[in-house]
């Protein structure tokens, strides 16, 4: 008893209720019940995304075979990350609208045992929301009786008002940021926006202003295939692109010789200063063009016989 005494005093709740909500139990199946609740509320978010995912890839392929593309690729957008936040809190939500009902001791007691339970994780956290909560709900309870209810009624507010947030956020992320499914030609990359009306922007191989490209190995990674193409105030890494037909290699190799002769041709670089030309990176992807592969992309990447000194 002493150790729940000690919780309870911890998280704020007035000492005159302590003894009489440490007594109650919590009713059975409660933690069985908010677990399940949490579990489903996952699993239809994450079937949700993986759904999505696949529905965006598709039309992305379509797209780029309707239009006789050599390289093609898809975006789930910011959305789907708002959409996991979103179940979560509807999930919280749930469960405290089915823990509470005003004047229910089960649901006291429920609500009672959530109070009690020491988190194993983030317990910091978890106890400046109990302290929040309880500070901006129960000031004005007469009873331990009253104060669960209040704690009860304001918890579920709360969380209602979570999800509701999270929803109109996760809806401006998707206009801001969102699903998109973009294709390139041997004349133009078509970024595609998969909101309704949304308009095409296409941006003329002709336009390219510079090409960033490397073949470093990176890691969290790995072999990573760059070949950053600036046009038309966008930006397109291309070697992350898939081929609709053929290899990458080849497709890429069909847009590099529309691209201007001017065309400004950078290394690739980063803050933790990683090969840009790795060994490892450009064997992995040479070979899967075949023997002359790796000397195929020595000439896309524009490796200057510096580069290659020592290297090759």
């Known amino acids: 008893m002493s150790g729940k005494i000690t919780r309870l005093a911890l998280l704020g709740v007035p000492a005159g209720f302590h003894s009489a909500i440490a007594a109650r139990q919590a ?8 677990l399940a609740i949490v579990l489903a509320s996952l699993a239809i978010a994450v079937t949700a995304m993986v759904v999505w995912s696949r529905y965006v890839a598709a039309a992305a392929h ?13 975006d789930i957008g910011a959305e789907s990350l708002g959409l996991i936040f979103t179940a979560l809190f509807l999930a919280g939500w749930l469960c405290g609208a089915i823990t509470w009902r005003r004047g229910n001791e089960s649901a006291r007691s429920g609500w009672a045992a959530d109070l009690l ?9 978890t106890d400046w929301l109990w302290q929040t909560m309880i500070w901006r709900h129960t000031r004005l309870a007469t009873s331990a009786e009253d104060f669960l209810d209040r704690l009860g009624a304001g918890v579920v507010r709360d969380l209602r008002l979570a999800a509701l947030v999270m929803f109109a956020l996760t809806i401006i992320l998707g206009a801001l940021v969102p699903a998109r ?4 030609t041997d004349t133009a990359i078509t970024d595609r926006p998969v909101l309704p009306l949304a308009r095409d922007r296409v941006s003329p191989l002709s336009s390219a202003k510079a090409v960033i490209s490397g073949c470093p190995t990176l890691p969290k990674d790995g072999n990573t295939l760059v070949y950053r193409l600036h046009i038309a105030g966008a930006e397109a890494n291309l070697g992350s692109w898939k081929p609709l037909v053929g290899s990458q290699l080849g497709a890429l190799e069909a847009i590099a010789g529309r691209l201007p002769a001017g065309t400004k041709r ?9 090969d840009p030309l790795s060994l490892k990176c450009l064997e992995a992807f040479g070979r899967q063009a075949g023997a002359d592969g790796v000397s195929r992309l020595l000439t896309l990447l524009s490796v200057s016989d510096t580069e290659r000194k020592g290297r090759f």
């Open 117 to 125: 339970h020491e988190p194993a994780k983030n317990k910091a956290i």
């Open 62 to 74: 379509d797209a780029a075979k309707s239009r006789h593309a050599l390289l093609y690729d898809s």
């Open 27 to 34: 009713p059975r199946f409660h933690t069985l019940v908010h």
């Open 181 to 184: 499914i973009s294709f390139a």
């Open 266 to 274: 950078d290394r690739f670089s980063n803050p933790i200063r990683s």
